[in-house]
């Protein structure tokens, strides 16, 4: 569907890629169940790639794959874990040192979370407007999205921030109670983000 394969070569016997792609689908199911099975690590992406290159590499010839379409999934199997992993250790960083490796914590939580709600909440925004409403018929431009989400962001921040400071923690307690209670401040973000983080790989 993504252009892995060239269609055009199967335009003499469609039967061909009917059952090509029915092969597909089994090899992959199959690969998938031993795996999960087995408590390997499986992804169903790349076993259904892999699963479309080889039916076609074997049923057609190798110049039946678009060799470059191919490349570039492989590439963003490599370069989006790398990406995600130097953002999230500096969001991580950022939050032990802000926040964790202070006097006080709680204050500090007080303080920046609302930062962390604002970037989530733009974030989570921008990928719902732009790849979402698409789904229902409105295709806003970047432009109109950014706008969108930095105002969800903003609200999303002022309501927290409101929310935050209403929240009443012993200052006396030892510290290791205030790492928790912090923790419970961001526990918010992640449920929010994971709720966005299942919508985006469903969708």
């Known amino acids: 569907?993504?252009?892995?394969?060239?269609?055009?070569?199967?335009?003499?016997?469609?039967?061909?890629?009917?059952?090509?792609?029915?092969s597909a689908l089994f090899a992959a199911a199959t690969w998938l169940l031993i795996?999960?099975?087995?408590?390997?690590?499986?992804?169903?992406?790349?076993?259904?790639?892999?699963?479309?290159?080889?039916?076609?590499?074997?049923?057609?010839?190798?110049?039946?794959?678009?060799w470059g379409k191919v490349g570039g999934i492989v590439g963003s199997w490599i370069v989006t874990p790398l990406i995600s992993g130097i953002i999230a250790f500096i969001i991580f960083n950022s939050a032990q040192k802000l926040i964790f490796d202070t006097d006080k914590p709680l204050q500090q939580a007080k303080r920046w979370v609302p930062m962390y709600m604002f970037l989530a909440g733009f974030v989570l925004s921008l990928v719902t407007i732009m790849k979402g409403l698409k789904h229902i018929g409105l295709h806003p431009t970047f432009a109109e999205g950014f706008t969108y989400s930095i105002g969800i962001a903003l609200l999303v921040a002022i309501i927290g921030k409101i929310f935050i400071g209403r929240l009443q923690f012993d200052e006396s307690a030892?510290?290791?109670?205030?790492?928790?209670?912090?923790?419970?401040?961001?526990?918010?973000?992640?449920?929010?983000?994971?709720?966005?983080?299942?919508?985006?790989?469903?969708?």
């Open 35 to 66: 795996a999960s099975a087995l408590g390997w690590p499986v992804s169903t992406t790349h076993s259904i790639v892999g699963a479309i290159v080889g039916f076609a590499a074997v049923g057609v010839g190798v110049d039946a794959v678009v």
């Open 174 to 203: 030892a510290k290791s109670t205030h790492y928790a209670n912090v923790e419970k401040v961001f526990a918010v973000l992640m449920i929010v983000t994971a709720c966005c983080m299942a919508f985006a790989h469903g969708s």
């Open 1 to 22: 569907r993504k252009g892995i394969i060239d269609a055009s070569y199967f335009v003499d016997t469609p039967e061909l890629l009917v059952f090509g792609m029915i």
